[in-house]
């Protein structure tokens, strides 16, 4: 479903950036075809531009190391390059490209990916490429209804954890990006699988919500809004103990999670990442690391070497 209305998104902008220019163009005004063109497929940099000014202000008051101004432009560019890869290509029309890669007799524990809102699996493509020349092995799920509940998701990563555990004999690592991050937290509590899963990674997950909630209008995106009633109740069931599995990443340049310690969990080990826009962040080589780091090592070798980071969750 989000292919197509993706796919959809970014036909119609070329179609009607084409139809701007060409008819200025003939109308004789080549300034007026060229900046509306530009303006068509390239105006989602100014919308980032707004989120960016956003964090700005409002982590001013956060405890995460300050972002300065440059480290912002350099977050924003990178995201402006980054987002039509995403959004316009990877996940349109390459969703399937890395298909799920489940060798039997690897050896070698696997991976389950979970994409965040209004993103597909094929937000992974890079990883997952990487994994399989590696020989790992991983699933990526797709979470639908794309605008439901993320109470509806646990069955979905529960799938994908069975099939992984399945092939590789071993407990995943389940590596969660934004909203990802919270359907793993659900999928936990309502499946209760503390013993089936090895470490969950999460990349820019607003564990406590984020200040661009409150322009929600879907129920997933309501659920994220600042320190919600759902966040509440599903931190209320979770042991304490559950949360030493986790491994955070989040950034003060994080343009859809904000204030920044909104990602970070107490009892987990918070990594934060300086100069990495939202989904920048997914790719960045600290994840990757972290994921072979977790995929090669023993629970308890790992967590005895793993240092929790000093920013405090709230």
């Not at 209305?5 to 005004?29: D, N």
């Not at 995460?64 to 959004?87: H, I, K």
């Not at 991976?111 to 020989?135: A, D, E, I, K, Y």
């Amino acid at each position: 479903m989000l292919a197509r209305l993706q796919q959809f998104i970014t036909i119609g902008l070329v179609l009607l950036a084409a139809l701007w220019a060409t008819y200025f163009v003939r109308a004789g005004s080549p300034a007026w075809a060229a900046a509306g063109a530009l303006l068509i497929l390239f105006g989602y940099a100014l919308f980032l531009a707004t989120e960016f000014v956003l964090l700005w202000f409002v982590n001013r008051g956060d405890a995460a190391p300050r972002a300065s101004v440059g480290q912002l432009v350099a977050a924003w560019w990178n995201e402006v390059l980054t987002a039509p890869r995403v959004f316009c290509w990877r996940q349109p029309f390459r969703s399937n490209a890395v298909p799920d890669f489940l060798p039997t007799n690897s050896g070698s524990r696997g991976v389950v990916f979970v994409h965040g809102f209004v993103c597909n699996r094929g937000l992974w493509n890079p990883l997952m490429s990487r994994l399989r020349q590696l020989g790992i092995p991983f699933v990526a799920v797709n979470l639908e209804p794309v605008f439901g509940s993320i109470d509806h998701y646990a069955d979905i990563v529960d799938d994908a954890v069975q099939r992984v555990a399945a092939a590789t004999g071993q407990a995943p690592v389940l590596v969660a990006h934004s909203m990802g991050g919270l359907a793993v937290r659900a999928w936990l509590d309502a499946h209760q699988g503390d013993d089936r899963v090895h470490h969950v990674i999460t990349i820019g997950t607003p564990h406590h919500g984020t200040f661009l909630g409150r322009f929600a209008h879907t129920t997933n995106s309501r659920q994220m809004q600042l320190k919600s009633e759902w966040q509440r109740q599903l931190a209320a069931r979770e042991p304490v103990e559950r949360l030493a599995r986790f491994t955070c990443f989040y950034g003060h340049c994080d343009n859809i999670v904000f204030p920044a310690s909104m990602a970070t969990l107490s009892g987990a080990d918070n990594r934060h990442v300086a100069r990495c826009a939202h989904v920048q962040m997914a790719h960045h080589e600290d994840v990757f690391n972290e994921v072979l780091r977790w995929v090669s090592s023993s629970s308890s070798a790992v967590r005895a070497s793993s240092e929790p980071g000093a920013i405090p969750a709230r």
